[in-house]
């Protein structure tokens, strides 16, 4: 069956350095890939898509990068800030149905 | 500005009821989706539906039916509520192309005791 893996241990950063979460997944090609934010208590908000045939995408901070080869994304946001503290969620369409299946989420923590 | 609303922010229900979620989109979206959240698990789809009264099961759908009756409205329904069914509930949808992502209820939390 397909996995969506993402590091389960919050990632610590430095107010102003780039952070990078990974999502890796398996026994699927997906035609596109998608990241999301989450904040406690609420649902998830969309970030940015990326298709199979692109290798990267960005917007504003944040550059996304995507391997079929390795079956692989990573998220970027470069010059991070506290309000980027959340939890991020990668998705994947494991349909022609767009039925979307999420990773179990990396919680991004920035200090000051 | 795209809505989805869920009918409760916070359920507290007995073990053995039988307990509806409501959530309304007023997109037009085709495609609706309901999950549960639960620490460490991440979100795990219950119960997925592309159109009126049509319904797939996701990985988690024992102890839980749908019903889509009209496409702005996606019901989910814990037939005999238990105390494992204590989760976050989180509704999603989307347009059902390509490419297109998906937007997400505010959640309910349901505490079963």
Redesign the interface.
């Known amino acids: 069956s397909q996995k969506i893996e993402q590091n389960s241990e919050a990632l610590n950063i430095q107010e102003g350095k780039t952070a990078t979460l990974t999502c890796n997944y398996t026994n699927y090609s997906p035609a596109y890939l998608q990241w999301y934010r989450q904040d406690p208590g609420r649902g998830p908000v969309f970030l940015l898509l990326i298709r199979e045939n692109e290798k990267e995408k960005r917007k504003e901070r944040l550059k996304v990068t995507f391997d079929t080869t390795l079956k692989q994304s990573l998220f970027h946001i470069t010059a991070s800030q506290p309000a980027d503290s959340a939890t991020y969620l990668c998705a994947l369409d494991m349909s022609s149905f767009n039925k979307f299946y999420f990773g179990s989420g990396t919680k991004l923590n920035v200090k000051p | 500005d795209v809505k989805?609303t869920q009918s409760s922010r916070y359920l507290v229900k007995r073990t053995g009821e039988k307990v509806f979620l409501e959530c309304v989109q007023d997109m037009d979206h085709?495609?609706m989706?309901w999950?549960r959240q639960d620490p460490?698990?991440?979100?795990r789809?219950i119960y997925?539906s592309?159109d009126v009264k049509m319904k797939?099961k996701g990985?988690i759908p024992e102890g839980y039916s749908v019903s889509r009756e009209k496409k702005e409205r996606f019901s989910l329904i814990l037939e005999s509520a238990s105390t494992n069914q204590t989760s976050m509930y989180?509704c999603?949808s989307?347009?059902?192309?390509?490419?297109?992502?998906?937007?997400?209820?505010?959640?309910t939390?349901l505490t079963v005791v």
């Not at chain 2, 460490?40 to 979100?43: C, E, K």
């Open positions: 989805v085709e495609n989706f999950y460490g698990l991440g979100l789809l997925f592309y797939e990985d989180l999603a989307s347009p059902g192309r390509e490419n297109t992502e998906a937007f997400f209820g505010q959640g939390r």
